[in-house]
Every structure is written in C-alpha cells, then in structure tokens.
C-alpha cells in the first residue's frame, strides 16, 4: 500500500516535469540526462506521449504559416522616406 | 567613391545609413520590408494596418538610426520597434480592463491527431484553426511563438527582442505552444462529434 502511494507520487512528479519540459525536449534544450527523463515517462505515460506527439505537429505546421505576400510594401515604405524632410 | 549599395553588406550598409546615406537605408528597406510586415500583420487588425505600421517602423528607424550600437542584427532592432508600434496599437483598440488569458491544458478525451493525413497547415480549415488559435493568443504569448516558431528566430534573439530572460521567454513559449495544440485537440473533438 505505502509503495504503492510512493509510486504513484513519483509518478505524478515526473508527469508534471515532462509536462513543463515537453518544449525543451522538443528544441533540443534538455541535457542527455533530462532527455532520458523525459523519453522514460513519455515511454509509460499514453496522456505525455500524446501531447509530445501532437505538440511536434503543432510545431512543424507553425513553421508552414508564412503570412500572405503583399506586394510592394519596400516601395510604399521608400516613398514615405522620400516624403520625410 | 561608395560601392553600390546591392553589394553592400548589412553593417556597411548600417554604417553609411547612420551617416545620412538615404540610398543605403533604402537597401535595408528592400532586404527587410517583407519579412516585417509579415511579422508585423500577426499583431494587427489587417493587411492595411500592418504595411502602415511597417512604414512607421522603418521611418523611426531612420530617425534613430544613429542610436544603433551593433549590439545585435539590424533586424532584431528593427523588429523591437515593428513589434513595440504594433503592441501599443493593439493594446490601444483593446477593451479597457480586458485581460489576456491562456487555456493551455490539454483535453483527455481528444484523439491522437499527430498521425492524421489531413493534418497539414496549408489546408485551408486547419490552417485557419491554426491563425486563429495563434491570434487569440495574448500578445505577451503570441509574440515569443511568432518570432521562435514562425519566423525561426532562435530563442536568444527573441527572448533580448521581447527584453525577457531566456527561462521567462521558453515559459511563454511553451505555454503558447500549448495552448495552440489544445485549439487543435477542440478541433479534432469537434469533428468527431
């Protein structure tokens, strides 16, 4: 019973420190040490390995949202150099 | 006699703007204008707003451009007055009192999404799941995940852009990051329903 409640303590421990660290493992910002932290609970936790799943597609696809061109922005911003005293 | 100015590099081009060189600033107009008002159009109502607010950026540029030290790129400067102008319009059309907030846990029941192959950002309905989960975000959130994840700064650069230290700028950014992917959990519950 009491190494039960232990584990589930540790337990929870690591799921919110993955949870907080789910960025830096992603950005490569973890040491070897906090990366086998996290690979370890992700490995046992379906709720992290989903959310660190879904997170890197989040990722991938902000890096696709480039804003629509507008064309000649530079030549508007020159004329209003121009303009200035 | 000066070197044109398309063969000139950024600190040259800098140098020669901070001795009243117009044509030299005009260069760093053409090399960063774009790459501005998209950053720039996150934080605003509209495309109009934002090429207005580039303008304004780059004109202030130039009045200070002599304040400028080297310390960092061009552009990281550049886009602290961009984002700074945009910030303070934004907050001005505010609702007075209104206060950001941030829902960034994740939904238990929501599918696992990352497999899915309509899940790409250049589809029209995701892609708009994802701009409005972006613009919903408060401007202090908003602004690390635009600048780290959109435009590819690297978290230096933007945590000394946005003024914050380094562990206060990932805190926002992962939180932001969150939050977004959470807007994609509703999307993905939504349809199933």
Request: glycine share 4%.
């Amino acid at each position: 019973m009491i190494r039960r409640l232990i584990e589930r303590r540790r337990y929870m421990r690591e799921h919110r420190w993955t949870h907080a660290h789910l960025s830096d493992y992603l950005d490569d910002d973890l040491s070897p040490e906090e990366r086998e932290r996290v690979e370890d609970h992700v490995g046992i936790c379906p709720h992290c390995r989903r959310v660190l799943r879904t997170l890197r597609r989040t990722l991938e696809s902000l890096m696709e949202l480039s804003a629509e061109p507008r064309p000649r922005v530079a030549d508007g911003v020159i004329d209003r150099l121009r303009r200035e005293p | 006699m000066s070197a044109p100015v398309g063969t000139c590099d950024e600190r040259q081009l800098v140098e020669r703007s901070q001795a009243g060189d117009r044509l030299a600033f005009e260069e760093l107009v053409r090399r960063h204008a774009d790459r501005l008002y998209a950053v720039v159009l996150r934080f605003v109502a509209d495309a109009d707003e934002a090429e207005e607010v580039t303008q304004d950026a780059f004109l202030s540029a130039w009045r200070s451009i002599d304040k400028f030290e080297f310390r960092s790129r061009f552009f990281t400067w550049l886009y602290r007055i961009g984002i700074n102008e945009a910030k303070r319009r934004s907050e001005r059309g505010a609702p007075a009192g209104a206060v950001g907030s941030i829902e960034d846990s994740p939904i238990e029941e929501a599918p696992d999404w990352s497999e899915a192959p309509e899940f790409r950002a250049e589809q029209g309905q995701l892609r708009g799941v994802l701009e409005h989960a972006v613009r919903a975000l408060p401007l202090d959130y908003r602004a690390p995940l635009i600048l780290r994840d959109v435009e590819g700064l690297s978290t230096q650069e933007a945590a000394e852009l946005m003024g914050l230290g380094e562990a206060a700028f990932k805190s926002r950014l992962h939180r932001a990051r969150l939050a977004v992917r959470r807007a994609v959990d509703e999307y993905y519950l939504e349809a199933e329903r």
